[in-house]
């Protein structure tokens, strides 16, 4: 029997988030995502209006929700969305950056409950999506660097 490896996934392409009032979405967006990078663009998809905000790595996308139940992210489905920084620098920098464009970003702190080196910033969208700016930690290095060794 042949042995297949089957080919590594290289990162996230995109996200897709829905919400309930794309324009107000996309104002709280706009001022969000370019802080962070991001560029902006838009499109339709069987004629529903999408609104793409993307780095050179990936993309996240708005589109309009098609049922008005609130967000709850502890039923089935998206809990938060969490962007990585490289440095624990950065996410301070983003928080102070998120909340000087009135974004109701938490300061950036160390969250050892998670691991010793968590630092990152909370936040949410109009619709009670939850967002989140993490370092690029340690643990997440290792694991890109030495992937071959560290076995099953």
Not at 97 to 103: E, N, P
């Amino acid at each position: 029997m042949n042995q297949q490896t089957t080919p590594d996934i290289i990162g996230i392409d995109h996200i897709y988030l829905s919400v309930s009032d794309l324009a107000r979405s996309e104002a709280f967006y706009d001022r969000v995502m370019p802080l962070l990078g991001f560029r902006k663009n838009r499109f339709a998809i069987g004629g529903d209006p999408h609104i793409q905000y993307f780095n050179r790595h990936f993309g996240v996308v708005l589109r309009p929700a098609r049922s008005g139940a609130a967000h709850d992210p502890y039923s089935p489905g998206l809990h938060h969305l969490c962007l990585r920084v490289d440095s624990v620098a950065d996410v301070v920098s983003v928080a102070q950056h998120l909340r000087a464009g009135g974004i109701d970003a938490t300061a950036a702190a160390l969250h050892p409950g998670y691991a010793s080196d968590y630092w990152a910033t909370f936040f949410a969208d109009p619709d009670g999506i939850r967002l989140e700016v993490t370092n690029y930690r340690q643990e997440r290095r290792d694991r890109h660097d030495r992937w071959e060794s560290l076995g099953e």
